[in-house]
Every structure is written in C-alpha cells, then in structure tokens.
C-alpha cells in the first residue's frame, strides 16, 4: 500500500508540474494572452476542457487553462491519496481505520462543497 500511494502522490505531482510548466512555456511564446483582461479564466473556462469540439486543442494551448489544469491536479493528488487508502483499508478487513479514511474524504469533500458554494 505505501508503494502504491507514494506511486500516486508522485504522479499527481509530475503530472502537475508539466502543466504549469507548459502553461508557462505557452505563455512566454505568447506573452499578447496575458494581457488581455478578457480572457482571465473563470469557471466556465475550466470546464470548457471537457466540451469536446473543434476548439478543444486550441483551448489546450491557453496558459491560464494549463495552470488550472497543474493547480486542479495537485488539489486532486491528496485526495486520490485518501481514496487508496480507503480502497486499501477495505482489502485487508482494517474496519477503524477505513473508517477514519472516509471521515477523512467527507470532511474534504465537504470543504471542497463548502468552498465552491461560497464563492
């Protein structure tokens, strides 16, 4: 189990990392898209990521979606974390400690609601 959540935790963070660093390679190559006030990123521009059409790969080249997509990443790399744990826990009849991992997923789950229903 410790192999395999060190496993994720790496990933999450190697996989982050490449996206803020091509995030910021985009946006050396192209410095004109960080000055422009309108094109700042919002919710809906995060999730146009998963709208799948003609635009999708141009979309893939936005500095600002590159960024979110790093930062969503390594938000999501602790989470994943737990979520092993809870899968682990259940795979070898460990009942307390299960239980504790998935206290643990609600309470960020619930922050993570929290978080978005406030702003």
């Known amino acids: 189990m410790e192999r395999l959540i060190s496993r994720a935790l790496r990933l999450g963070v190697i996989v ?11 946006a050396l190559l ?3 898209v960080l000055s422009h006030p309108s094109v700042h990123p919002s919710a809906e521009h995060f999730l146009s990521l ?12 936005d500095p600002f979606l590159l960024f979110y997509l790093g930062i969503f990443t390594l ?6 974390r737990v979520v092993i744990a809870i899968v682990s826990f259940a795979l070898q009849r460990d009942a307390s400690f299960m239980f504790i991992s998935i206290a643990v997923f609600l309470i960020i789950l ?3 609601f929290l978080s978005f229903w406030r702003s």
Do not use: W
């Open 75 to 80: 938000l999501l790399t602790p989470i994943l």
């Open 50 to 61: 998963f709208r799948f059409d003609r635009a999708f790969f141009t979309r893939l080249l």
């Open 30 to 32: 192209h410095p004109e």
């Open 16 to 26: 982050s990392s490449l996206f803020l660093i091509g995030g910021f390679i985009v």
């Open 110 to 112: 619930l922050s993570l």
